[in-house]
T-cell receptor
Framework: ETGVTQTPRHLVMGMTNKKSLKCEQHLGHNAMYWYKQSAKKPLELMFVYSLEERVENNSVPSRFSPECPNSSHLFLHLHTLQPEDSALYLC?????????????FGEGSRLTVL | AQSVTQLDSQVPVFEEAPVELRCNYSSSVSVYLFWYVQYPNQGLQLLLKYLSGSTLVKGINGFEAEFNKSQTSFHLRKPSVHISDTAEYFCAVSDWNNNDMRFGAGTRLTVKP
């Protein structure tokens, strides 16, 4: 496989469930990102991992918990979500050293919270 | 911190007509600028980017953009659009290490026959 792969593509969960989103990149990049895309709103940067260390956490509620076990994999663990968390969650990767390049995005995981 | 404003939320245009999608940014440091396109049920893919050098940047699918530092703008243009260009277009600005890439709210381009 090439590029950035996200699974599952669609997820429906209740407010008391625990689920995880998975992202894998096959581009040899050293940074990975989670973005939230809601209708009519700009993409919201949630988390950034650079060289496997979290470098950005934009005041995201603790019901979202990221994990980056290595430079190729990124997870977003979800628990006790709210209906307003329903959105498209996009994973991206990039090279940040020695110079930043563009972000490469996965196709997203469409999350619906009932 | 950087920010991006896309001035039009929707742009309808007829096939083969020219189009311009407007983007203004604000930043206190040197920036990198990007345009991404998102087709239905897909992630974002890069159209073009400005890192340094020539202010006129050419991208894929016949799109180009011009970096204007004095007006803090990075407008996207195409001289003749196709039906297949119907999509959502996002302008983005980043600092040197991509730790804080900010996106605009998007412009929905609809090309009509």
């Amino acid at each position: 496989e090439t590029g950035v792969t996200q699974t599952p593509r669609h997820l429906v969960m209740g407010m008391t469930n625990k689920k995880s989103l998975k992202c894998e990149q096959h581009l040899g990049h050293n940074a990975m990102y989670w973005y939230k895309q809601s209708a009519k709103k700009p993409l919201e940067l949630m988390f950034v991992y650079s060289l496997e260390e979290r470098v950005e956490n934009n005041s995201v509620p603790s019901r979202f918990s990221p994990e980056c076990p290595n430079s190729s994999h990124l997870f977003l663990h979800l628990h006790t979500l709210q209906p307003e968390d329903s959105a498209l969650y996009l994973c991206a990767s990039s090279q940040v050293h020695p110079e930043a390049g563009e972000l490469f995005f996965g196709e997203g995981s469409r999350l619906t919270v009932l | 911190a950087q920010s991006v404003t896309q001035l039009d939320s929707q742009v309808p245009v007829f096939e083969e007509a020219p189009v311009e999608l407007r983007c203004n940014y604000s930043s206190s440091v040197s920036v990198y600028l990007f345009w991404y396109v998102q087709y239905p049920n897909q992630g974002l893919q890069l159209l073009l980017k400005y890192l340094s050098g020539s202010t006129l940047v050419k991208g894929i699918n016949g799109f180009e953009a011009e970096f204007n530092k004095s007006q803090t703008s990075f407008h996207l243009r195409k001289p003749s659009v196709h039906i297949s260009d119907t999509a959502e277009y996002f302008c983005a600005v980043s600092d040197w290490n991509n730790n804080d890439m900010r996106f605009g709210a998007g412009t929905r381009l609809t090309v009509k026959p």
